[in-house]
């Protein structure tokens, strides 16, 4: 590998700034509507990381613990429109549709870990309601956050089942919402993985939060139970062992690196966003099962550390967001056994770290 | 006429593609119709899209137009179905 080659995404069409002010003044409103967001983010977060420097990061409120998440479940009939018919809210009883009962509960545990763990109040900090489409389109085999909501399809049933299976799944929807309020990472090359990164860890740990599972009784994976009977593979990605997750004649062979020795250039998939997030991905595991316990209390801490903190840049690369992790870990645990083990796992999958 | 569809991305980042000579076909006056609405509607550039959104090509005789989930027209999400499910 090229010591410094392998840090830079080969294509790097990252959104300029004039063409996003373009589209938020298109007419088509569900165009300029996400444009117009994603400027005032931005702005939101320029202004939020010079006041949090200046002042220091806000006082959790003690109230903070009883709030409660505020979820809606539409159901789109197959369709392709959006949101579809409320078939859920908040405090309701589950219904006869498993899919919708599946989403209800995924949006809950997410809620949980976020605020449980690291005082976090809904996806934007600040008690957004969480909504979720189920049933989206025919045979539509994806699930996707289109910047105000959660979308799954059910799957053909040939190659995918229904995408509310995996709770990592739901969590890794959501947590793209998280990252869209805070560092907002660019969707494309290595930010664009990170971003992809940062929903793997985050669903991942929902998972285990959900479950009680300590670091070495998880499974790493991401997509377990979503790959119909006939596909050779046990998920879509693996943490622990990326690029073994499936091995099948129609699907191919799980493509992720595991290491920068392996990182894959390539346009297409946004820059290889869901292929390169092998990396990240693989150093948290390893920074998360060197700690053991309970991943989310020491590694995911960190990363959340980073996620919000206001230093990490919207275009930040695998080796700015390794930086950025290290300089977390010594603010937090000072110099202990988490340094170490954060620093040993970059160093492992070769990401510099300064 | 020959109409490829290619599909990128998604949560899986799995990609797909498939197409469809039309010559010789009984439906091929549909096919036509159905691609030229939307390969019209396409762009250019490659959209950026959304997390974890699908991201297409179409390609009809040889030209090339991009479209990304969740923004598709009704002609581009059915010409990409019909393609993916009955093209070789």
Redesign the interface.
């Known amino acids: 590998m090229t010591t410094n080659g392998g840090f830079e995404p080969v294509f790097c069409t990252i959104i300029p700034p004039h063409v996003l002010d373009k589209v938020a003044q298109a007419d088509d409103p569900v165009l300029a509507g996400p444009a117009r967001r994603t400027l005032e983010h931005d702005a939101y977060q320029r202004t939020h990381r010079r006041l949090t420097t200046v002042l220091g990061a806000p006082a959790v409120a003690a109230s903070l613990a009883d709030e409660k998440p505020l979820r809606s479940i539409y159901d789109a009939e197959h369709r392709q429109s959006l949101p579809g018919t409320l078939v859920r809210s908040e405090g309701s009883d589950p219904g006869q549709d498993a899919t919708v009962n599946r989403a209800y509960a995924g949006l809950g545990a997410t809620f949980d870990l976020f605020l449980k763990v690291y005082g976090r109040n809904s996806i934007n900090g600040e008690g957004l309601p969480l909504d979720a489409t189920v049933h989206f389109d025919e045979d539509y085999g994806n699930a996707f956050w289109n910047g105000e909501q959660m979308v799954f399809g059910d799957g053909d049933g040939e190659i995918f089942l229904d995408f509310t299976l995996p709770i990592d799944v739901i969590g890794h929807e959501l947590t793209h919402g998280v990252t869209q309020y805070t560092a907002n990472l660019t969707y494309f090359g290595q930010p664009g993985a990170l971003n992809e990164s940062m929903s793997d860890v985050f669903g991942s740990l929902i998972k285990q939060y959900s479950l009680g599972q300590s670091a070495d009784q998880a499974d790493w994976l991401i997509g377990a139970g979503l790959l119909a009977p006939r596909v050779t593979g046990v998920a879509l990605r693996s943490m622990k062992a990326p690029g073994t997750a499936y091995d099948d004649d129609v699907l191919g062979k799980d493509p992720q690196p595991a290491t920068m020795d392996d990182y894959v250039r390539t346009g297409r998939d946004n820059g290889g966003v869901h292929i390169n997030s092998g990396i990240p991905n693989h150093a948290f595991y390893l920074a998360a099962t060197t700690l053991g316990g309970s991943a989310w209390e020491k590694a995911g801490q960190i990363w959340y550390d980073v996620l919000t903190g206001g230093e990490l840049y919207a275009q930040a690369s695998f080796a700015d967001f390794a930086r950025l992790t290290v300089a977390a870990a010594r603010d937090r645990f000072n110099d202990g056994e988490e340094l170490q083990a954060v620093l040993k796992a970059w160093e492992q999958v070769g990401v510099p770290t300064r | 006429m020959r109409i490829q569809v290619r599909r990128?991305?998604?949560?899986?980042?799995?990609?797909r593609r498939a197409q469809v000579d039309t010559s010789g076909r009984p439906d091929a006056h549909e096919w036509h119709a159905l691609a030229e609405r939307a390969v019209s509607a396409g762009r250019g550039a490659?959209p950026?899209?959304?997390?974890?959104?699908?991201?297409y090509e179409l390609t009809v005789d040889g030209k090339t137009v991009y479209c990304a989930?969740?923004?598709?027209t009704e002609e581009q999400?059915k010409l990409i179905?019909r393609v993916l499910k009955e093209g070789a």
């Open positions: 990128t991305g998604g949560f899986a980042g799995i990609e490659r950026t899209g959304v997390p974890d959104g699908f991201s989930d969740p923004r598709l999400r179905s």
